[in-house]
């Protein structure tokens, strides 16, 4: 059952929003060689807890960490650990806040250090595939809009659309109805209305879009090992329009600036 949440729930998903922007900003601070993923999780934990929420990651389904540290070929769900941070990799964090029974969600896939120029484009045209499935979040459209502009604008720079991992409903839990995959056709599936929420996360793979899951059994990778990408935003569809509630102070790297939304779009 898909629910509309009213201009309360998503002004307390605001509130959810703001602590995991800032938490998620810090982190990409901080994120350098020679760290692992598990003092990124501490710091994440800590950071949300110490402003009054809960991380919605930990325990979920078994889940032990705070946030997922996806690194290079990870696409998503990886486990911080152990696994030290080298230059030239690429971060993906995703990240999660419950304040007052209400959730926000968010991804970022960043930098360490100097990355090649492969590396870094993939990164643009991610970020970029988040901002024109925000785009199609309107009255009147559908979910398949979403979907079709994020495979479009991926598949015409030759990269890869996963899709057995899909954007979401979001609200008192993280995953709600209704699904929203990175490909499809317009004008299919769900008609938007205002009070929808939504999680939308592009997961872009440099090269085929298959994907496996490593033994643990949350790791997910791309089976032909090349590079991914994974950008998220919680965004609610208002009468005014689409509103992130996840949006951070600055843009995923200062590279990138070009790309971030218009601030028609910023709550």
Request: hydrophobic letters at 40%.
């Amino acid at each position: 059952m898909v629910t509309l949440k009213s201009a309360r729930e998503i002004d307390a998903m605001r509130r959810s929003g703001k602590i995991t922007s800032h938490v998620l900003t810090e982190l990409m601070k901080v994120a350098r060689a020679g760290m692992t993923t598990a003092e990124l999780d501490t710091l994440a934990e800590r950071g949300i807890r110490e402003r009054g929420g809960i991380p919605t990651f930990k325990g979920y389904n078994g889940f032990p960490g705070s946030i997922c540290a996806s690194v290079n070929e990870e696409v998503v769900h990886g486990i911080p650990g152990s696994r030290v941070l080298h230059e030239g990799d690429l971060l993906s964090i995703d990240i999660g806040t419950t304040l007052d029974g209400y959730v926000s969600d968010s991804a970022v896939t960043i930098p360490i250090g100097n990355v090649t120029q492969h590396a870094r484009r993939l990164l643009e045209v991610t970020q970029e595939c988040l901002t024109v499935g925000i785009a199609q979040m309107k009255r009147g459209n559908h979910v398949g809009d979403i979907g079709a502009a994020v495979q479009a604008h991926a598949e015409q720079h030759g990269y890869g659309v996963v899709r057995e991992l899909v954007g979401h409903g979001v609200g008192r839990a993280m995953h709600e109805e209704p699904q929203v995959p990175n490909y499809g056709e317009p004008g299919t599936g769900m008609e938007l209305r205002p009070g929808l929420v939504l999680a939308l996360e592009p997961m872009i793979t440099q090269a085929g879009p298959k994907i496996r899951i490593l033994s643990d059994g949350w790791t997910v990778v791309t089976a032909d090992g090349k590079l991914a990408a994974h950008f998220e935003h919680t965004i609610a569809l208002t009468e005014d329009g689409p509103k992130i509630l996840t949006l951070r102070d600055f843009a995923e790297d200062p590279a990138l600036e070009r790309y971030r939304p218009t601030r028609e779009a910023i709550a």
